[in-house]
């Protein structure tokens, strides 16, 4: 399952949507559902799902005694966003994560009670090396 790329905005908010079912499974009334208010046509989450499964990052099944299709996810939004993060890392930080964590600090983005929470996180994951 060769997943190619990033999400487009509006396919995130599809995948964050199946991502947040129930089952994580659903059909494309069910993603309507979670649009809220603003809704997109049918037709138009529908072309979504065809690119998504085209991509790699959803897959089908039909429901029994129907013409219905069901998609479900092919990949964990903690695995989507690990691949996501690895790659700004390599592409935009030459691979170092402490370039990276040092631009987040230096523009201001990272408070230092972020940052400390950030360093115990790391020195409660060596404890347990």
Same mark, same amino acid.
């Given at each position: ?29 069910? $993603?309507?559902?979670?649009? &809220? ?10 072309? =979504? ?8 990052? $959803? ?27 690895? &790659? $700004?890392?390599?592409?935009?930080? &030459?691979?170092? =994560? ?23 996180? $790391? ?7």
């Amino acid at each position: 399952m060769g997943k190619q790329g990033t999400l487009t905005k509006a396919e995130m908010q599809i995948m964050n949507i199946l991502w947040s079912l129930p089952s994580m499974k659903g059909t494309i009334a069910d $993603v309507l559902e979670g649009y &809220g208010e603003k809704k997109p046509a049918y037709t138009t989450v529908a072309t =979504f799902m065809r690119i998504l499964l085209n991509k790699g990052y $959803v897959g089908f099944e039909k429901m029994k005694g129907t013409k219905t299709l069901c998609y479900y996810p092919l990949i964990t939004k903690k695995d989507y966003t690990r691949q996501v993060l690895d &790659g $700004v890392k390599d592409d935009l930080f &030459g691979g170092s =994560f402490s370039s990276l964590v040092r631009f987040f600090v230096k523009e201001e983005r990272i408070s230092e009670k972020e940052l400390k929470e950030m360093l115990d996180m $790391v020195e409660r994951q060596d404890s347990f090396s």
